[in-house]
Structure formats: structure tokens, C-alpha cells
């Protein structure tokens, strides 16, 4: 099993920036892709951004291009989310998932999943 634990999660006004981290357990951490999904209140879970486990190739929702970014220290066990220029529709508990699959978008793909952290911008 991969066990997941968010953390970097707080409180940020308008067009300020919060660095998430992802720790991963287990020695198999580099042969899954990673993602991170984000739900907030009356919201449907959705898909953030994810990398491949190589670290080669990266995806982004249309929502948080430009914005975030996503990367990997497989060495440290360790996913990343740097998130820049946040807006208030960005409030949400942000997830890190991992998965084997190819499809990294959609959330039933992922087997493991953190407890999530916090996130609030305020305007």
C-alpha cells in the first residue's frame, strides 16, 4: 500500500502563493503518476494537475494553467504543488492521489489518496 500525507495547506489573500507537499511511503513511489484533485464546499471533486512518474510530462486543468505547477522529487518521496497568483475560487481542501493508471484526470483512477489540506484565499 502508498500511504499520502498533504501538507503546506493556510490562509493567503488574493494573488499570493502557497507551496502543497505530498509525502509518499512504500518504495514504489516513482512507478505512479501523481495528481492532485481539490473539492470545495456543494463542489464535486475535481482534477488540479497530475505528473507522469517519470516526471516527463505534466497536466493541468484549464482553471489553474499558468498558475500552478506541479513537480516531483522521487529521491524524497515527495510530490509538489506550487501554486501562484491564487484566487478566491481556488478555496478548497487540495488532495494528492496516486495512481498506476494512464489516465490521470479523472478521480476513480486513483487507488490512494491523502487527507487532504486546507486551502483558503481570501479577497
Known amino acids: 500500500q502508498v500511504q499520502l500525507v498533504e501538507s503546506g495547506g493556510g490562509l493567503v489573500q488574493a494573488g499570493g502563493s502557497l507551496r502543497l507537499s505530498c509525502g509518499a511511503s512504500?518504495?514504489?513511489?516513482?512507478?505512479?503518476?501523481m495528481g492532485w484533485f481539490r473539492q470545495a464546499p456543494g463542489k464535486e471533486r475535481e482534477f488540479v494537475a497530475a505528473?507522469?512518474?517519470?516526471?516527463?510530462?505534466?497536466l493541468y486543468a484549464d482553471s489553474v494553467k499558468g498558475r500552478f505547477t506541479i513537480s516531483r522529487d522521487n529521491a524524497k518521496n515527495t510530490v509538489y504543488l506550487q501554486m501562484n497568483s491564487l484566487k478566491p475560487e481556488d478555496t478548497a481542501v487540495y488532495y494528492c492521489?496516486?495512481?498506476?493508471?494512464?489516465?490521470?484526470?479523472?478521480?476513480?483512477?486513483?487507488?490512494?489518496w491523502g487527507q487532504g489540506t486546507q486551502v483558503t484565499v481570501s479577497s
Open positions: 505528473i507522469t512518474w517519470s516526471g516527463s510530462r505534466t
Open positions: 512504500g518504495r514504489t513511489f516513482s512507478s505512479y503518476s
Open positions: 492521489a496516486a495512481t498506476t493508471s494512464i489516465v490521470v484526470t479523472t478521480s476513480t483512477r486513483y487507488a490512494y
